[in-house]
């Protein structure tokens, strides 16, 4: 497991950014995205209220599908 801040790190890949967040260290980001299982994604767009799909799990047909979103609605 890599370590990293209760803040979010972010990152841009192809123009689209990416928050990694250690949900132990920062539960109330759990709970707002209601984490049950890692890993989760969301796509979110303009504010943290906006999310646009949220999927579970680290298969390539889900992150493609995330990507996919994100780039539709950058």
Same mark, same amino acid.
């Given at each position: 497991?890599?370590?990293?801040?209760?803040?979010?790190?972010?990152?841009?890949?192809?123009?689209?950014?990416?928050?990694?967040?250690?949900?132990?260290?920062? #539960?109330?980001?759990? #709970?707002?995205?209601?984490?049950?299982?890692?890993?989760?994604?969301?796509?979110? *767009?303009?504010?943290?209220?906006?999310?646009?799909?949220? *999927?579970?799990?680290?298969?390539?047909?889900?992150?493609?599908?995330?990507?996919?979103?994100?780039? *539709?609605? *950058?």
């Amino acid at each position: 497991r890599q370590d990293c801040s209760p803040r979010p790190q972010e990152v841009k890949l192809n123009g689209i950014a990416l928050a990694k967040v250690d949900v132990d260290a920062a #539960a109330d980001v759990a #709970a707002k995205f209601k984490v049950q299982s890692m890993p989760t994604f969301a796509v979110i *767009k303009g504010n943290i209220n906006n999310v646009l799909l949220t *999927k579970v799990g680290g298969a390539e047909k889900i992150v493609d599908e995330m990507f996919d979103c994100a780039r *539709k609605n *950058k």
